[in-house]
């Protein structure tokens, strides 16, 4: 069966990065794309981009554009989100989420990562 | 870009039938999928309802989604309440840019 095991909580100081990692199994790795997704305390859910797993073609929500980076390897069925330069504001449990047959649908999650940012 | 507006909250009681709408501003609802997800609270969240009508293995056949195209607007059916069924719900479809644009959640209580 398909999962998806997301890297555990951090904590961060203001100004700082956060690299979230998401390994796959279940299926081809090579198939499906991911989402990223995020969700502050008592919030809604938050896009923050996609990326191909066959080309490593990404797209990401202007709100994060210059700050997101997102990449995969294939070779250990990791996706990986990297946020730069964090605020407070950015404190949110951030998803993962497989595609399903097309670009801009999510099909299967991660179990979520909280990041904490704090001085 | 569009926008997709549920109900902040509903509530209905055990057994019975709950309708969640999901209403898009501007471009038809037709034009992209509508997906839908629910989050228990405490969990990720979990595909229901993808390509605006079709259910994941699993995902039993009271979750049932639809467009209607006179209002621009998705729903979430959920037939034979349980207990269980209380989560927050999100609609979610794209742009032409495949931009994913979630709405902003619903609510549900049985009571």
């Known amino acids: 069966q398909v999962q998806l095991v997301q890297s555990g909580s951090e904590v961060k100081k203001p100004g700082a990065s956060v690299k979230v990692s998401c390994v796959a199994s279940?299926?081809?790795?090579?198939?499906?794309?991911f989402n990223w997704v995020r969700q502050a305390p008592g919030q809604g859910l938050e896009w923050m981009g996609w990326?191909?797993?066959?080309?490593?073609?990404?797209n990401y929500a202007q709100k994060f554009q210059g700050r997101v980076t997102m990449t995969t390897a294939t070779s250990t069925r990791t996706a990986y989100m990297e946020l730069r330069s964090l605020t407070s504001d950015d404190t949110a449990v951030y998803y993962c989420?497989?595609?399903?047959?097309?670009?801009?649908?999510?099909?299967?999650w991660g179990q979520g990562t909280l990041v904490t940012v704090s001085s | 870009n569009f926008m997709l507006t549920q109900p902040h909250s509903v509530s209905e009681s055990p057994g019975k039938t709950v309708t969640i709408s999901c209403t898009r501003s501007?471009?038809?609802?037709?034009?992209?999928?509508v997906l839908w997800y629910q989050q228990r609270p405490g969990s990720a969240p979990r595909t229901l309802i993808y390509?605006?009508?079709?259910?994941p293995s699993g995902v039993p056949d009271r979750f049932s989604g639809s467009l209607d195209i006179s209002s621009n607007s998705a729903s979430l059916i959920i037939s034979g309440l349980k207990t269980e069924d209380e989560a927050d719900y999100y609609c979610?479809?794209?742009?032409?840019?495949?931009?994913?644009?979630f709405g902003g959640g619903t609510k549900l209580t049985v009571l």
């Open positions: 979610q479809s794209y742009d032409s840019s495949i931009h994913v644009i």
């Open positions: 279940g299926y081809t790795f090579s198939n499906y794309g």
């Open positions: 501007s471009g038809s609802i037709a034009s992209n999928y």
């Open positions: 390509e605006d009508n079709e259910r």
């Open positions: 989420a497989r595609e399903g047959r097309y670009t801009g649908t999510s099909s299967y």
């Open positions: 990326i191909t797993t066959y080309n490593g073609n990404t």
